[in-house]
């Protein structure tokens, strides 16, 4: 079970990079790691994905190391409004066979200061 | 599309009744989810559905949960009899197998307190 091991919370200002990194020593050949972020009283919404290397969208950088065993999101320049958990799952996005193994768990609360 | 919809948004009940809470999946998606979040175990996988078919129902804790998926567009997680530890935030997610990232995709979470 690819389970992962990430901070349970982390404080910030505003205007700074945050880095939030997540542990998957037992990550699978087929396996990608998503992101999530969870503001209250919703439920979580995707946010990034990848598979090794880099990825980069509007909302966040995803860097993966070689072995994949863990991965770091970055918040550039965060504001009051990026306050949320953020989730690490690992899982093989196109095979349900194996969406049992997504595993949200208590996830990094995240609090950015003025 | 409006998203999953889940029903109601709040609930408060006492010890020993039923209680029903129900999921609107996004149209053509094929896996339903229901998790149950609180915490001091975060968010919790219960069961989820492929095609309306229960696939994996090793997290739902007790007998007293059941979850049905009559047909593709309607789901409920029922708790009967309910107890004040079951008081937590009930979401149902969704996704398209094989479409892009394969994301789930929640709904705002139905808010159980039992008394």
């Avoid at chain 1, 990608?32 to 509007?58: A, D, H, L, M």
């Avoid at chain 2, 408060?12 to 175990?41: A, N």
Wanted: glycine residues 8%.
């Amino acid at each position: 079970l690819a389970k992962t091991t990430q901070p349970i919370s982390m404080d910030s200002y505003e205007g700074q990079e945050v880095n939030i990194t997540c542990s998957h020593n037992n990550i699978a050949t087929n396996d990608y790691i998503t992101w999530y972020q969870q503001f209250p009283s919703q439920g979580p919404r995707f946010i990034i994905q990848g598979y090794k290397t880099k990825v980069t969208n509007e909302v966040a950088s995803l860097f993966i190391p070689a072995d994949r065993k863990s991965s770091t999101l970055s918040l550039p320049r965060v504001s009051l409004s990026d306050t949320a958990v953020y989730y690490c799952l690992v899982g093989d996005k196109g095979r349900g066979s194996t969406l049992g193994r997504l595993y949200f768990g208590r996830g990094t609360q995240l609090t950015v200061w003025p | 599309d409006a998203g999953v919809i889940q029903s109601p948004r709040h609930e408060v009940t006492e010890m020993g009744q039923e209680v029903t809470l129900r999921c609107k999946p996004i149209s053509g998606h094929d896996y339903l989810f229901w998790y149950r979040q609180t915490m001091m175990r975060g968010l919790e996988l219960l069961i989820y559905f492929n095609n309306n078919v229960p696939i994996d129902d090793s997290g739902m804790p007790e007998d007293r949960f059941s979850a049905k998926m009559p047909n593709a567009s309607f789901s409920t997680l029922k708790i009967q009899p309910s107890e004040p530890r079951d008081s937590a935030v009930y979401f149902c997610a969704t996704r398209l197998e094989g479409a892009g990232t394969g994301e789930l995709f929640f709904g705002e979470g139905s808010r159980l307190t039992v008394l």
